[in-house]
């Protein structure tokens, strides 16, 4: 089959578009003929964490297709089903934190970026009706990691106030439609001004430039919650803009791991610091029920050809990308 690979250098450098061996299914898994698999910054990350001597990895956390062929005593699909691909592996009951073992499809083991992949049958949902291909391809990982952030960690509600830093990634894009559809406010920053108009189109009560003074821009206004997906650039703002004893939640550190932030303000403040990731199989059914019932789709960037995924990447990597990137896979 075909596949997009990762082996040797580190980056889109060590990345091929080539054949590998498809695998037949064991016990209580599943074939699925991929339809379209989606783009997340772990994808990137993963290319710079991997040593040249690891071997060939097919990378990629998201997707949807087709059940292809089942394994002995698969009961919940059968050939013929159109399904969705949960991420998130060996985390199946709602919990503080995840197990002992948890793991992320794509890494260690082989991803969707392939015509076919083999998973167990406890990462298969049903494709949500309401959602296309491409949509339901690119939903999981950025859906699952907002889900929790916002209702299981963040613990919204009707009436708040969310500030979501950096919108414009797929994670932020959704997190702004799942807050609107919960009945908060919602203020998004941007350094883009076409991201902000995006953002108020897609029903942002505030958008405002991140390299401003984001107190000024807000008149003073403060979040009940921040969910905080950036990292150090923004960090100490998103705390600032944080009512006291709101909960700011955070996922994200693409712009660097190591923060430092006025300790006597935070505890005089009240404030909650709390961590997420991902999210239960529990947890992903409740998202998957929360979007049929909204009508919840995620936005979509562009489309590529999994021949193609390379220019995908490297349109992630400068982010010039306005929601999700999509790699179709010629099935």
């Known amino acids: 089959m075909k ?4 082996e040797g250098s580190k980056g889109l450098t060590g990345t091929s578009y080539r054949d590998m061996n498809e695998e037949s299914p064991g016990r209580k898994e599943v074939k699925v ?12 990350s993963i290319l710079e964490k991997r040593e040249e001597t690891d071997p060939p990895l097919i990378i990629g956390s998201d997707g949807a297709g087709i059940i292809d062929e089942v394994g002995d005593d698969v009961t919940s699909v059968s050939v013929g089903d159109e399904v969705i691909i949960n991420p998130s592996l060996g985390w199946l009951d709602k919990s503080e934190a995840p197990p002992e073992g948890f793991q992320i499809i794509g890494l260690p083991g082989h991803g969707t ?20 291909w491409e949509e339901a391809g690119v939903l ?13 960690r963040a613990n919204i509600d009707t009436g708040d106030t969310v500030l979501l830093p950096g919108i414009g990634g ?15 406010r919602v203020i998004v920053t941007s350094r883009s ?23 000024e821009s807000l008149h003073g206004e403060k979040a009940d919650i921040v969910i905080e997906t950036v990292g150090a ?22 712009t660097g791991d190591d923060v430092s932030f006025n300790l006597r303000d935070f505890f005089y403040g009240q404030k909650n610091l709390l961590g997420s990731t991902m999210g239960s199989r529990a947890e992903f059914r409740e998202m998957l029920h929360f979007i049929g019932k909204h009508d919840v789709k995620p936005v979509m ?19 010039k990308q306005l929601g999700k990137i999509a790699i179709k896979i010629d099935n």
């Open 170 to 184: 797929g994670v932020a894009t959704l997190l702004l439609l799942f807050a609107k559809a919960a009945g908060a």
């Open 113 to 132: 970026f392939s015509e076919s992949i083999v998973i167990s049958e406890n990462n298969i949902e049903p494709k949500p009706p309401h959602l296309s």
């Open 301 to 319: 960037d562009k489309t590529f050809p999994l021949a193609d995924t390379k220019a995908a990447m490297e349109r992630l990597k400068e982010a």
């Open 3 to 6: 596949a997009f690979v990762h």
């Open 233 to 254: 650039a923004t960090f100490n703002k998103s705390l600032n803009q944080l009512r006291r004893g709101g909960t700011i939640v955070t996922f994200g550190s693409s």
């Open 140 to 152: 999981s990982l950025g859906a699952l990691t907002a889900y929790r952030a916002l209702f299981t």
């Open 33 to 44: 003929r991929m339809k379209i698999a989606g783009l997340n910054h772990r994808d990137l």
């Open 193 to 215: 001004n076409e991201k902000l108009e995006k953002a108020l189109e897609l029903g942002a009560d505030v958008a405002i430039d991140s390299e401003g003074d984001w107190d």
